[in-house]
């Protein structure tokens, strides 16, 4: 048994070896995407996985493993394919339910976050700071932070608010798709022409607390608003360029310059509302045809006759083809928002698991090496390409951290909502 010991633990040492390296790709623009990638974090500012996990599968999201879900646009095996470094995992939940509601929910979200980190420790680790990020990747681990996608997850309190930066939280987007009762959304009817005085406070507290504000589904009053009030760089966690394809959900030039100022961040979204011109108009007619069909938005049973609205719908997606949406369109609204904020100013924030339709080459997350390589190939310097991978985004988070601690002895924020607004 002595002799064999040697043997044995050879044997052990060669199986604890990581598997050999894949060989370089025969692609240079690739092959250099990979190396800025291995050097600086693969940031992406929002992913729905763990909303998509909770609508699909339900009770199972608490134990069911993680490494391969064809279903999804994201399992554990796609993100290592695609070189992540960090993410910041959206907590979602339903804008039009009871703001406590969305409080409960929003907390069993955060939870559910720490609980994928927590069943694969090898993977991910939960990050705040950019430091934590720097640190998580050198580490071969992906940074998790987590982004309240909506001021009505907070419930008018700032209570609650901190209660989620406590939590581990590291933005909150100021609404979703419904205005709520202290700023307007890019998505719907306008009550209050940007931020009420209590929306205002709440951008202070966001800066006082180091978390971000996220401007993405704002309306451009709301926007401007935010930014004339923040003290930190603020981000877009995932919008496009309004310049390119004219919805209300992207950012116009004008607020491009005001970004630029603030020292934020446009995170670049992949979903084709917000990329093509074409496909938006194609989709709103669709919805439009459904609707008539008396069939649902998002699928589902048709009301009525099924077979026949089916038959129906089937046949205008014949007459109607989908317009393509590709990666390289994708690319086009980081080039405009480079050219008119700046290199510094853009990101990624790709929306995976938030929507049913994707671009072609960006069908999930093990794509990300191609987009960079895309901006490779128009000319992009390998420093350029980082700042749009992850530098810009850490360099925003550490400007709130900075403001953050300049505030440090400012009061925390108790006021309500009808002491600030009247109501």
């Known amino acids: 048994m002595t002799k064999l010991a040697p043997l044995a633990a050879a044997l052990l040492a060669f199986t604890a070896l990581p598997a050999l390296a894949a060989p370089p790709p025969a692609d240079p623009a690739m092959a250099r995407a990979l190396r800025i990638m291995a050097q600086t974090p693969m940031i ?17 999201r608490w134990t069911m493993k993680l490494d391969s879900l064809p279903a999804y646009m994201t399992d554990i095996a796609r993100l290592r394919q695609g070189h992540v470094g960090g993410q910041f ?23 559910l976050v720490k609980s994928i980190v927590a069943r694969n420790p090898g993977v991910f680790e939960l990050a705040t700071t950019a430091a934590d990020v720097r ?8 940074a998790s932070m987590m982004g309240v996608e909506g001021g009505g997850q907070i419930d008018e309190r700032f209570a609650v608010l901190r209660a989620y930066r406590a939590l581990g939280a ?31 406070a709440v951008v202070r507290e966001l800066n006082r607390l180091g978390m971000l504000v996220d401007l993405s589904h704002v309306a451009e009053s709301t926007m401007k608003d935010a930014l004339a009030v923040s003290r930190a760089p603020v981000i877009f966690s995932h919008s496009s360029a309004r310049a390119v394809d004219d919805h209300p959900r992207d950012v116009s030039d004008e607020v491009l310059k005001l970004v630029a100022k603030n020292g934020g961040v446009v995170m670049v979204t992949f979903a084709p509302a917000y990329v093509s011109h074409d496909y938006r108009v194609w989709g709103a007619e669709r919805a439009a045809e459904r609707t008539r069909l008396n069939a649902p938005p998002f699928g589902g049973m048709f009301i009525g006759e099924p077979d026949k609205a089916a038959a129906a719908l089937k046949a205008w997606d014949a007459a109607h083809p989908r317009p393509a949406v590709t990666l390289a369109m994708v690319a086009d609204h980081i080039a405009h928002v480079a050219k008119v904020a700046g290199v510094d100013h853009v990101g990624i924030g790709s929306d995976f698991d938030g929507v049913s339709d994707l671009p072609t080459g960006l069908e999930d997350v093990s794509t990300y090496p191609a987009l960079l390589a895309e901006l490779i190939r128009r000319g992009w310097s390998d420093a350029d390409v980082a700042k749009l991978a992850g530098g810009n985004v850490l360099r925003a988070m550490e400007g709130a951290e900075k403001v953050a601690l300049a505030m440090r002895n400012e009061p925390l924020a108790t006021a309500t909502i009808e002491a600030l607004d009247g109501k």
């Open 170 to 200: 590291s933005y909150l987007t100021l609404t979703h798709a419904v205005t709520i009762d202290w700023a307007d959304s890019a998505t719907d009817d306008p009550k209050h022409n940007g931020l009420t005085p209590f929306g205002k």
């Open 89 to 111: 995992w959206s907590v979602y939940v339903g804008a039009n339910l009871p703001e406590q509601e969305q409080v409960i929910e929003t907390l069993e979200q955060i939870d």
């Open 44 to 60: 992406d500012g929002h992913n729905d996985w763990a909303e998509s996990l909770r609508g699909r599968d339900g009770e199972k």
């Open 135 to 142: 640190r998580i990747h050198k580490a071969g681990r992906i």
